[in-house]
Nanobody
């Protein structure tokens, strides 16, 4: 079955950077678009970024565009989320998923932006 494992979260000061990773297994990773979502306390899960199967198309939520980037390594079945100039409002649990599959998520990785 599809398995997704996120890592790379942590505590960072405002203006800092983090890179999240998500490893996928149980499916043909190189043929699937991937996505990152996040969920802050008391809020619904929201879209952050997506990348096409071959990495030639990316899209971002307005709130992160220009600060976050997304990339992937299909040889390592891994998708990345590079987060720069982090703000306190970026604090959330970050999840990766397979585009078109809303039922399967990893366990998430906590990102806390605080001074």
């Amino acid at each position: 079955q599809v398995q997704l494992v996120e890592s790379g979260g942590g505590l960072v000061q405002p203006g800092g950077s983090l890179r999240l990773s998500c490893g996928g297994s149980g499916f043909t990773f190189s043929t699937k678009g991937m996505k990152w979502y996040r969920q802050a306390p008391g809020k619904e899960r929201e879209f952050v970024a997506t990348i096409s199967a071959h990495g030639d198309f990316v899209n971002f939520a307005d709130s992160v565009r220009g600060r976050f980037s997304i990339s992937r390594n299909n040889l390592q079945n891994t998708v990345y989320l590079q987060m720069n100039n982090l703000k306190p409002e970026d604090t959330a649990v970050y999840y990766c998923g397979v585009w078109g599959d809303d039922a399967t998520w990893g366990q998430g990785t906590q990102v806390t932006v605080s001074s």
